[in-house]
């Protein structure tokens, strides 16, 4: 089949954010612009050439048509053997667990996460690396560069091999291996945890509803809660994957899956333990009657009780979480005497300690946890590690974060998000933060005083790679703490995040409600940064 070599001009806007590259489908669609970041891929990564490249997405529009494009320019680049989920479809866990089996050399996951879908919304592609974790900093700088000066890229003339139907077939001397998305990933899980155990709490009354929210993990969760742990089809609600999820946003919280935990969290007949996941699968939000868990509890949760999961019967060797995460995980690890890690936003960076041996789990506060069996945050894994642990311990989900909290105390944690927000006046904000860092200290917060401020900085200690001006950090005398930073996501101006904790020990407070007991917090923070004054926002789009 011939190849052609197609004349084009670089855009300069193709650097990846903090989980790859994220626009506007509008913006993808432009001439050349997909095949421009793909080409970029191709240069810069010589090792994939006669290797194996994993590709799937969440499903999205301009899944399927970006999966054919990539199979013809995978083909025309050198490419040995490309594994593609069936349908072009694949969560990005499942990628990242299928690149290890398959000893891949790299892996493209197309999605835009917890962005919506459709025509008018959002699309993404990122790039992961042979561990089969999302590429560092230093591939995805070498992708945008290569991306400035890009005049060229190849394509194979015929059209793209079918990729609905399971097997083997060559391509123009590629060749393309089409699989079931769910097989491998499911037999994972299935070694990790004790399903047997599952089951039989699920048939002695442990009701289970998981929200796909048209995304996803609707076909996995059907295989493996519904079908292999028998919770039946009607545990996975929104279970089709649909190319706008539904008109909605994929976003596993507290605003996005308030129907799920409205049924979830008061009495009555509802299930009582409830889940969600998101775009493309790699996030969680666990919920049971009465009780949401906050995203950074669960992390240290499940490390607390990691040993009741098969796959961690022998212990963890450390916890990472990112900095603006709660220091809930950092208390256990102290308790079980491992390591714990900070580091910024981002699963890229917990890479190479789960390389190392270093940290067995890692969560960050958006509502993503994952463990060293893959190298991607894994929505559905925390499910499962969530009810393995229910069954072990036979109790509900309140009960164990009640009696966690009794034991560690309670990191009070909430995330505020202004989203859509001018983006000069967001770096105004952020820059008079920076500015100020050294006034800051010693200025009167309520009852108590700043303690330290800094803008982070992460140096890895596995490869000593150095990450800078990754959120400003505002630390208070009463050991409360107050995060900024600007989202590397979003698609339409700029998101100012603001995350706020304070540690209760008081037993009598620890079941406070979340808002309230930060409400000094929340207001010290508008008053350190201006929030209201230079964004003009009167409150957050989303709090979690
Ligand atoms: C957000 C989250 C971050 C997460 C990233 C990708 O990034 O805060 O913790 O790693 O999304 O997750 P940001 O830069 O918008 O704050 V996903 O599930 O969207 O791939
Ligand atoms: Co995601």
Known sequence: MPIERVDTTPYADQKPGTSGLRKTVAVFRQPHYLANFVQSIFDTQPQLAGETLVLGGDGRFYNREATALILRMAAANGIGRVVVGRGGLLSTPAVSALIRKRGAAGGIVLSASHNPGGPDADFGIKFNVANGGPAPEAVTQAIFERSRTIDGYALVTADAPDFDRPGTSAFAGLTVEVVDPVADYAALMERLFDFDR?????????????????????PYAAEILARRLGAGADAVINAVPSEDFGGGHPDPNLVHAADLVAQVMTAGDGPLFGAASDGDGDRNMIVGRGMFVSPSDSLAILAANATVAPGYADGIAGVARSMPTSR??????AALGVLAFETPTGWKFFGNLLD?????????????????????????????????ILAARGEGVADVVRDHWRRFGRDIYTRHDYEGVDSGSADTLMGELRGRLGDLLGTRVGSTEIAAADDFAYTDP???????????????????????????????????????????????????????????????????????????????????
């Open 198 to 218: 599952i089951a039989a709490a699920i048939r002695g009354g442990l009701s289970v509803r998981f929200d796909a929210m048209h995304a996803i993990t609707g």
């Open 328 to 333: 809930a995980a950092d208390r256990v690890a």
């Open 356 to 388: 190392a041996g270093q940290a067995t789990l890692c969560g960050e506060e958006s509502f993503g946890t994952g463990s060293s069996h893959v190298r991607e945050k894994d929505g559905l894994w925390a499910v499962l590690f969530w009810l393995n």
């Open 462 to 544: 596995v490869d000593g790679s150095r990450s800078e001006r990754q959120g400003v950090r505002i630390l208070l005398a009463d050991d409360s703490r107050i995060v900024y930073r600007l989202s590397g996501t979003g698609t339409a101006g700029a998101t100012l995040r603001v995350y706020m904790e304070r540690y209760e020990r008081d037993p009598a407070r620890l079941e406070d409600e979340t808002q309230g007991a930060l409400a000094g917090l929340i207001a010290a923070a508008d008053e350190i940064a201006g929030i209201r004054r230079l964004t003009g926002r009167e409150r957050p789009d989303v709090v979690t």
